[in-house]
């Protein structure tokens, strides 16, 4: 059994899993929170979700509704 080995990505695969201590030392750590900023965290990223979320499903929806109004129109047009 033969293996083979792409060598131009083995140095971001061993960078992504091991970084070196100068990109370590550059990147942002979770720190831990007590539950007063955890609660107020948490309750931040529900609003993010929820503004999101809402405007992801308004679109569709406004999307489904024409089309069927479409095709209503359609089958109108087509009886006369």
């Known amino acids: ?7 131009d ?5 061993c960078s992504a899993q091991y970084p070196t201590e100068d ?10 929170f007590d539950d007063t900023e955890m609660r ?8 993010v979700k929820v503004s999101s979320s ?3 499903m308004v679109i569709p929806v406004i999307i489904v ?7 209503i129109v359609v089958a109108i047009m087509k009886r006369r």
């Open 40 to 47: 107020r965290l948490n309750d931040m990223w529900d609003e």
């Open 23 to 32: 990109i370590v030392s550059r990147c942002a750590i979770m720190k831990y």
């Open 9 to 13: 990505v083995i140095g971001r695969q």
């Open 65 to 71: 509704v024409l089309t069927f109004l479409v095709f």
């Open 1 to 7: 059994m033969d293996f083979t080995v792409i060598t």
């Open 54 to 56: 809402g405007m992801s």
